[in-house]
């Protein structure tokens, strides 16, 4: 497991005149997000934070004292490290330990690279990279869903792509 920062919450723009900051939440809600008291390497010390009604979030940082600086943080990611995410049960992931895992076919054909994680509403689906073409062209792409029928085995070192998956 790799110590590489974890994105949690993006800051949208500026809420009121004080430094308030709003945030788009990436992560299970304000309740997680309230486990962190510092973000991006001790940067950003959260003073309040509060949701917004909205599904998002309200937050005070003690480094922001205008809405001048508090805009000005508009796009910043909020991230902590890897190791500060609470452990896993079994079967559980977080999306940052599947991103740049090697994926293989079921048969020990090597497919590519775990690029993405996205949910469309229906489960996590895993976008993988093809490896560059020999004349340079990036790999093309395709997307499996995270279930078992697809994904019958993964660790920290890849992912194994059940073959009728792979040949798309």
């Not at 937050?59 to 508009?74: G, S």
């Not at 991230?79 to 940052?96: I, K």
């Not at 790999?139 to 697809?150: D, I, K, N, S, Y």
Request: aromatic share 6%; net charge negative.
């Amino acid at each position: 497991m790799s110590d590489r920062p974890v994105t949690l919450a993006a800051v949208s723009g500026a809420h009121g005149v004080t430094g308030e900051v709003r945030l788009k939440l990436f992560g299970e809600g304000v309740v997680e997000l309230k486990r962190h008291r510092t973000f991006n390497d001790s940067s950003l010390t959260v003073q309040k934070l509060r949701e917004d009604g909205k599904g998002g979030a309200i937050a005070r940082f003690a480094e922001v004292t205008d809405r001048n600086a508090a805009e000005a943080l508009r796009g910043t990611l909020l991230t902590v490290p890897r190791s500060a995410l609470p452990p896993l049960t079994e079967g559980e992931y977080y999306y940052v330990d599947l991103i740049g895992l090697p994926a293989v076919s079921t048969t020990g054909e090597p497919l590519g690279t775990c690029i993405a994680v996205e949910n469309f509403g229906a489960g996590d689906v895993l976008e993988i990279e093809r490896p560059a073409t020999a004349d340079g062209k990036r790999g093309q792409r395709f997307m499996v869903p995270m279930r078992t029928e697809a994904v019958p085995e993964w660790d920290g070192n890849r992912l194994v792509i059940a073959a009728t998956y792979a040949e798309q």
